[in-house]
């Protein structure tokens, strides 16, 4: 068995939904460090994008070489308005920034200028982004020749669909109890093995208790070394069945527990369509293929596809360069 890279540890870093958000921002960061630095620094910010299009930044952390560009690059993303803030923060993704994501310096001068003049000439970015608004960024300075392959950068990119499940979970929880970050939308609490220890009403449906069942047991296989680390991330779903998250919880005699946390994406408007359809097609605006939103999801190609046309059909929308065209305000966030 090859030695584990760390994708897994950091995916179980997003997902400590017991600790504060500085606390939570640093164990992200330390985990995403053997990932991401191509040996000048890292860093990470929590942030919202706003009604303007702008970011508003909430928390910030970086590595002892990056903190002097923190305070720089702080000021900068704080502004009102910010080029390319669409391209780069408003999607889950694993990039190069200005490779990949910003697009021509003809496009954004004065950025490409202000970057450049600190010496930034290029950077990798692993995005988690919720279609509520927040997000997160972890990002590493690179070489401009920097190169990373196809596979790593899926398995980076499955990596963020889990940081953006968990910064919607963290969201719920502060908006369902300030200050008690672990009690929002637990709806089962299960073994290591997959038994059901105890379960709301709403899934004592036999369709439910097996998708958990199965969660939990492919958890258990991802976190140990019966597969290898690819195969543990690819199979580890950010979302299962579409509906649910699952977190560790030690209960008081020790022993640990996974609790299943309610964690649709939710999107409001337009009435005319589902609630699936309504994420499938704000996951397509964002730029997401339809086999990465079945990964953020936990569910099944064909099924993302029937939603996303169902979900065209009903806007009178022929094809998905016409559906992106609309632009993420056919698809407002907010409670469902």
């Not at 993303?77 to 910010?82: A, E, F, G, N, T």
């Not at 499955?158 to 672990?182: F, N, P, Q, S, T």
């Not at 509906?243 to 022993?255: A, P, S």
Request: overall charge neutral.
């Amino acid at each position: 068995m090859s030695k584990r890279l760390g994708y897994v540890a950091m995916i179980d870093a997003a997902y400590r939904t017991d600790l504060a958000e500085d606390a939570w921002l640093e164990g992200l960061l330390s985990a995403a460090v053997p990932l991401l630095d191509f040996g000048q620094g890292v860093a990470a910010i929590t942030y919202r994008v706003s009604d303007t299009g702008g970011l508003e930044i909430s928390g910030a952390a970086a590595t002892a070489d990056m903190r002097s560009f923190e305070p720089t690059s702080r000021g900068y993303l704080d502004q009102p308005q910010v080029p390319m803030v669409g391209r780069m923060f408003q999607r889950t993704d694993a990039v190069f920034l200005r490779r990949d994501a910003a697009g021509a310096p003809a496009d954004h001068p004065e950025a490409f200028q202000y970057w450049s003049a600190l010496g930034v000439l290029e950077a990798f970015g692993l995005v988690g982004y919720d279609v509520s608004g927040y997000g997160v960024m972890l990002s590493a300075l690179a070489p401009t020749d920097a190169r990373i392959s196809p596979g790593r950068r899926q398995l980076l990119r499955c990596v963020a669909a889990h940081v953006a499940a968990a910064v919607r979970l963290r969201k719920a929880a502060a908006e369902a109890e300030a200050g008690d970050i672990d009690s929002g939308g637990a709806e089962a609490l299960l073994s290591r093995d997959g038994a059901i220890v105890s379960a709301t009403a709403s899934i004592a449906e036999t369709s439910a208790v097996r998708s958990l069942e199965r969660a939990a047991r492919v958890l258990s296989r991802a976190r140990s070394h019966a597969l290898s680390e690819s195969e543990a991330v690819r199979t580890w779903h950010a979302l299962w069945s579409g509906r649910w998250t699952l977190v560790d919880r030690e209960e008081r005699d020790g022993r640990c527990y996974l609790v299943a946390k309610r964690n649709q994406p939710q999107v409001s408007e337009p009435k005319a369509l589902s609630l699936r359809e309504r994420q499938v097609l704000s996951y397509i605006q964002m730029g997401h293929s339809q086999k990465f939103i079945a990964f953020e999801l936990g569910l099944g190609p064909s099924t993302i596809a029937g939603h996303l046309a169902s979900g065209m059909r009903k806007l009178g929308v022929g094809s998905v360069p016409e559906l992106v065209k609309l632009g993420p305000s056919t698809m407002p966030a907010g409670p469902a």
